[in-house]
């Protein structure tokens, strides 16, 4: 698996839900995979993406659905506009067996979730993972802040990725 960390400027980090658009608009227009999740622990801050998804380009939005809980079947339906006549690589809810939407936004890693993952938590993406059924991520971006405490975190889940055997890579942006 590939991971991908982005140590982020003073500048990028002041506009850090700006930034994970543009990051999650270019993964999803460069990747042949099109599902991306971002994980996020702080609900409030998984509020505010939802806001900045519908709002990120003046001409369109980064079509995305917010997972409520722990259980892939609890989805907020009202964040979705999806195309369902190609399914090949989505998360189908098992509740009404729709499609997800290509971005989803949560806490946590659906079971079978195979897609790229975009982790803006203090956990190396392993660690959820471990937590679901067969989840096979096909790459991993990782956004570190400029802030020593993020510094550390990404350090951290460098060394977890490394010992692991994953190809690493990292930008400065």
Not at 85 to 107: D, F, K, M, R, W
Not at 117 to 135: C, G, R
Request: charged share 20%; aromatic share 8%.
């Amino acid at each position: 698996m590939k991971v991908s960390f982005y140590v982020l400027s003073e500048n990028k980090a002041q506009d850090f839900l700006g930034f994970i658009c543009q990051l999650t608009q270019t993964a999803l227009n460069k990747s042949a995979q099109s599902l991306l999740i971002l994980i996020e622990s702080d609900d409030a801050l998984l509020s505010t993406l939802d806001e900045a998804f519908w709002a990120h380009d003046a001409t369109s939005f980064i079509p995305h659905q917010r997972l409520l809980d722990s259980n892939v079947g609890d989805v907020d339906g009202s964040d979705t506009d999806t195309d369902t006549s190609n399914t090949e690589n989505t998360v189908i809810n098992p509740i009404n067996s729709q499609p997800l939407a290509p971005v989803l936004l949560g806490s946590y890693m659906p079971t079978d979730f195979k897609g790229i993952v975009l982790n803006t938590t203090i956990h190396p993406v392993n660690d959820f993972m471990a937590a679901t059924n067969n989840a096979q991520p096909t790459r991993v971006l990782e956004l570190i802040k400029p802030d020593a405490n993020s510094v550390q975190e990404g350090r951290h889940k460098y060394k977890s990725y490394k010992q692991l055997g994953y190809e690493l890579t990292h930008f400065k942006v």
